[in-house]
């Protein structure tokens, strides 16, 4: 979603369409809890809502776009 870019043969489709990371992380925690009509149970922080948590081994929203890949789940 960030960088547009295809895994198989490293091209572009759709640059104008790239998101911001932030954006990205919300499409998939606040979004797909919406598409599954479970934005009251999960998809943000708030009291009362389920939560899942892990630590990454860098933060997406302040690398390098083309680097999110290489970020790992620390155990």
Known sequence: MVTRRC???GKV????????????????????AFAEFEE???GSLEPGKRAD????????????PETIRDITVET
């Open 7 to 9: 895994e198989t043969n």
């Open 53 to 64: 948590f892990l630590i990454l081994s860098d933060d997406p929203t302040q690398v390098d």
């Open 13 to 32: 489709y759709g640059a104008r369409q790239r998101t911001t990371p932030y954006q990205a992380l919300t499409a998939w925690t606040r979004g797909s």
């Open 40 to 42: 009251h149970n999960r």
